[in-house]
């Protein structure tokens, strides 16, 4: 039973949890990608009727500015400016760590709306709430994209039969902040697929998300295109690019759990050999998760829509359509909730066929507790990084000791010792 004022109380008690967790960040300066979209972006400063048309318009310049067609995220980020200026940081923050704690309600409610009781649905949401992934994702102040597209769309996935208009409209609104909220139209899909009530009707509205999303894809794929797709050279064989797929995933699928591998922007290399260990490692995790995807669907079971959520969630970033960074802390954001609920469901199967007693049960309990708090202080830890450029730099190249940003940091150290020539080989590499 879950009263009527219980999401209102948690998300009460999450965002001043978000609050604390994120405190070392919240007037960190805006930083990388925050320039582009806070600093200098023509289109988002002033707030006017002409910059407003601009950044509509599916084929005006404003989406080749940020190689992403989101009008959505860009009036959101004028509106921001507007009223925060760009030296008020603390607002940006506020904002992004609001919504954050937000999307962490709304999984609750899409976990207990699967049946999962009520201590593994808090539990489930504070794990995503606390994840230091997420961090990423939350600090830095222009990934409102990510914040807000993601809560577009679980919105949209909670509405989906009981008002079919208004989940069509945050479906779009998704879409519209940020590319990967379209991991919401198989995932929705999949829920009325599990929903033996749905009819005709459910399925119409769902034909309308589709074409939706086909409309979009238009400018979007044309402004990925123009500025988003790369050309790897080891892709020229195919058998790499199948292997980097399934190692990218594994990558994914070890950062849920643990947080193995979170770094600022990683550079992991293409998986070359055939031994190699992420490729490796992949295979048999790969095999299990689909089986738990075949099993749930063959059974219309609620747990498939979960694996579909993280499974369309990650094919963006797998490398089928190559790009810069496969690997990045922000992209499990979309990938968590699906993982999330997977996991609980199929939990809840393994106790239900293998009961545990209530000791054990006690047990678990602690067990979850301490991971939520140590998550919660590597979060701590892992936001104070965003209050410097240099912090992120140092954190990349300590996990990426041979990547880009670690040369780049030793040519600035070269650089400001007077080695010319060293501070030119290395800016060359």
Not at 67 to 77: D, S
Request: aromatic residues 12%.
């Amino acid at each position: 039973r879950w009263p009527r004022w219980g999401s209102l109380a948690l998300f009460g008690v999450f965002a001043v949890v978000a609050v604390v967790v994120y405190h070392g960040a919240l007037r960190g300066p805006a930083l990388f990608d925050d320039v582009i979209y806070l600093v200098s972006n023509p289109y988002t400063e002033p707030l006017s009727c002409k910059n407003v048309g601009e950044i509509l318009d599916p084929w005006g310049p404003a989406k080749l500015f940020t190689a992403n067609y989101a009008p959505v995220h860009l009036l959101a980020t004028a509106l921001e400016r507007h009223f925060f200026g760009v030296n008020f940081a603390l607002g940006y923050h506020l904002v992004n760590v609001l919504i954050h704690a937000l999307n962490a309600v709304l999984l609750v409610a899409w976990l207990r709306k699967s049946s999962i009781r009520v201590p593994a649905a808090v539990a489930g949401g504070a794990f995503f709430l606390l994840h230091p992934a997420n961090v990423e994702a939350v600090a830095w102040m222009s990934q409102l994209k990510s914040d807000g597209s993601l809560a577009f769309a679980l919105g949209s996935l909670l509405l989906l039969r009981r008002a079919p208009p208004l989940a069509l409209l945050l479906f779009a609104l998704s879409l519209l902040t940020k590319a990967s909220g379209m991991f919401a139209l198989p995932t929705a899909a999949a829920l009325l697929w599990s929903d033996r009530g749905a009819g005709r009707r459910d399925w119409a509205w769902l034909v309308a998300w589709a074409v939706f999303a086909v409309l979009f894809a238009i400018p979007q794929v044309q402004s990925f295109a123009h500025l988003g797709a790369v050309d790897v050279q080891a892709f020229d064989d195919p058998w790499v690019q199948l292997r980097t797929i399934a190692a990218v995933g594994a990558r994914y699928l070890a950062m849920s759990p643990f947080a193995i591998g979170v770094s600022a922007w990683q550079e992991p290399a293409p998986a070359i050999s055939w031994l190699d260990g992420w490729w490796l490692l992949a295979l048999p995790l790969g095999l299990l998760l689909l089986w738990r995807l075949v099993a749930s669907l063959r059974a219309r079971s609620v747990e498939a829509a979960f694996w579909v959520s993280a499974a369309a969630s990650f094919v963006p970033v797998s490398q089928l359509f190559p790009f810069a960074t496969p690997v990045a802390n922000r992209y499990l954001y979309f990938i968590l909730p699906g993982l999330i609920g997977g996991v609980l469901l199929a939990g809840e199967d393994l106790l239900r066929a293998h009961p545990i007693g209530p000791m054990a049960r006690r047990v678990a309990g602690a067990v979850a507790l301490a991971w939520l708090a140590f998550f919660g202080w590597q979060s701590a830890q892992r936001a104070s990084l965003w209050q410097m450029d240099t912090l992120l730099m140092l954190d990349a190249a300590r996990h990426y000791p041979d990547g880009a940003t670690a040369h780049v940091l030793r040519a600035r150290s070269l650089a400001q010792a007077g080695d010319v020539d060293g501070e030119a080989a290395g800016a060359q590499h």
